[in-house]
């Protein structure tokens, strides 16, 4: 967010990504993919120095802040990916296929023994 004084003198802050075009006729009025329009004290060189300052300490923070959670959710993301794409994998065909198949099954399946001992 960067922070504008409106001409009344109160700050507000605005989202750079929604700001469709900055116009200075001669007030600063800024025009939001909305529609809504902003008139504020700020020069239009003003403004457009503090979206590039802004732009400028996301991409710094991303290259050069704190990773912990980046990397964390990166990896929950990549696991995910991953377990989607296992369960959408075709099945393997074929005699090794069917064999393995086989083997899985019978390794899962609970032993019974006939004519207990009690």
Not at 61 to 89: C, E, K, P
Not at 100 to 111: I, L, R, S
């Amino acid at each position: 967010m960067i922070v504008l004084t409106r001409l009344n003198r109160t700050r507000f802050a605005v989202n750079p990504d929604l700001i469709e075009r900055i116009q200075a006729t001669p007030d600063t009025t800024l025009v939001m993919v909305d529609g809504a329009t902003f008139v504020v004290a700020e020069t239009m060189d003003a403004v457009i120095d503090a979206v590039v300052a802004f732009r400028s300490r996301v991409l710094t923070s991303a290259l050069h802040g704190d990773h912990t959670t980046s990397a964390a959710t990166a990896t929950t993301v990549a696991d995910t990916h991953a377990t989607v794409a296992d369960t959408h994998a075709p099945a393997p065909t074929g005699p090794t296929a069917t064999a393995t198949a086989t083997a899985t099954a019978n390794a899962a399946a609970p032993t019974t023994t006939e004519g207990g001992d009690d």
